[in-house]
């Protein structure tokens, strides 16, 4: 089966960066960076086709950058999130699915593979 192994994270001051990793072992249609604070919804962070067609949530505002890389056998999704806010305090899971279908339009229940989590905490 296919698996993502996330990595990054941690505890931050307010204004601080964070990297996210996320390896895939395959080559997922779509992959994303999807986040759930306490109480509340999981929601999309930004996603990212073959084509590297990237979408972001509104909330972003142009703080975080997603990337992917490729080698023969993986894709490795990196979310790398500046001017972090106690708001981004949340576990962030990577996402990925291999239907060919647009990705930008996708919710958490149209990806099929999830991580495990990473928690990412911002103080104020």
């Known amino acids: 089966g296919v698996r993502l192994v996330e990595s990054g994270g941690g505890s931050v001051q307010a204004g601080g960066s964070l990297t996210l990793s996320c390896t895939s072992s395959a080559h997922p249609y779509c992959m994303a960076w999807f986040r759930q604070a306490p109480g509340k919804r999981r929601e999309k962070v930004a996603d990212?086709?073959?084509?590297?067609?990237?979408?972001?949530g509104y909330f972003v505002d142009g703080r975080f950058t997603l990337s992917k890389a490729d080698t023969k056998t993986e894709s490795t999704l990196t979310l790398q999130m500046t001017n972090l806010k106690a708001d981004d305090t949340a576990v962030y899971y990577c996402?990925?699915?291999?239907?060919?279908?647009?990705?930008?339009?996708?919710?958490?229940?149209?990806?099929?593979?999830w991580g495990q989590g990473t928690q990412v905490t911002v103080s104020s």
């Open positions: 990212i086709d073959r084509s590297a067609t990237r979408t972001y």
């Open positions: 996402a990925a699915d291999f239907r060919d279908f647009q990705c930008s339009s996708r919710g958490r229940d149209d990806y099929n593979y």
